[in-house]
């Protein structure tokens, strides 16, 4: 059980385009979604908080107007990264929660993104 | 002081051997705590979480937790080339509304 799923796993796109990642819980209902991303050998760096129904809280330094979450459903939060450059390639990656401060989080297979 | 601290490795083990795995942690008020591994190139996966002090075993591995002291361990018991990868130590608290902070991760490989 716990499943996440991202789409697309991998893209390549070009400089002032957008990209749209999807990250679905697929057999349960996620309260809660959390967007990270990730640089070559560098740990995981939160870049938002998303609820079910409710704005996404964004960590400090991360540009909300250029990252755009939403979280739709239950099972459903995407992060669209808006006029890319080739400063956000990045492993972007999602997990889900049921929410609640002791409950684990599942992760995602993770979308790997170029910006040619 | 980073919030959740973990010695960066690489740790190397033999195979066969066990390794030893440390996390400290400042937030007195944390409650819940996890281990995930993160292979290169991929996303991270749950291994253990622990929510009270003492030991938690799980097949070859056992995640211990000392609230007082203000650390959690994870030992893998009988380490096999398979757990060669970076393992995170997370923390959550009732003070950051269900967010995780990760430690840097520790880097393991098990030599054959």
């Known amino acids: 059980g716990a499943v996440v799923s991202q789409h697309p796993s991998r893209v390549i796109c070009k400089s002032g385009t957008s990209v749209k990642i999807e990250c679905r819980s697929l057999?349960?209902?996620?309260?809660?979604m959390f967007w990270y991303r990730q640089f070559p050998k560098q740990s995981l760096m939160l870049m938002a908080t998303?609820?079910?129904?409710?704005?996404?809280?964004?960590e400090q330094g991360v540009e909300k107007d250029k990252f755009l979450i939403n979280h739709a459903s239950l099972t459903l939060s995407t992060l669209t990264v808006t006029s890319a450059h080739p400063e956000d390639s990045s492993f972007y990656i999602c997990?889900?929660?049921?929410?609640?401060?002791?409950?684990?989080?599942?992760f995602g297979p993770g979308t790997r993104l170029t910006v040619t | 002081q980073k919030e959740v601290e973990q010695n960066s490795g690489p740790l190397s083990v033999p195979e066969g051997a066990i390794a030893s795995l440390n996390c400290t942690y400042s937030?007195?008020?944390?409650?819940?705590f996890f281990w995930y591994r993160q292979y290169s190139g991929k996303s991270p996966e749950l291994i253990m979480f622990?929510?009270?002090?003492g030991d938690k075993e799980d097949g070859r591995f056992t995640a211990q937790l000392n609230k007082a002291s203000q650390y959690v361990s994870l030992l893998i018991r009988d380490s096999q080339p398979s757990d060669s990868a970076t393992y995170l130590c997370?923390?959550?608290?009732?003070?950051?509304?269900?967010?995780?902070?990760f430690g840097d991760g520790t880097t393991l490989t098990v030599k054959p």
């Open positions: 997990s889900a929660s049921f929410s609640g401060v002791d409950y684990e989080q599942y």
């Open positions: 057999d349960f209902q996620a309260t809660t």
């Open positions: 998303s609820n079910e129904g409710s704005k996404a809280t964004y």
């Open positions: 622990i929510y009270s002090n």
């Open positions: 997370a923390v959550n608290s009732n003070t950051n509304a269900g967010k995780s902070t």
């Open positions: 937030d007195r008020g944390s409650q819940s």
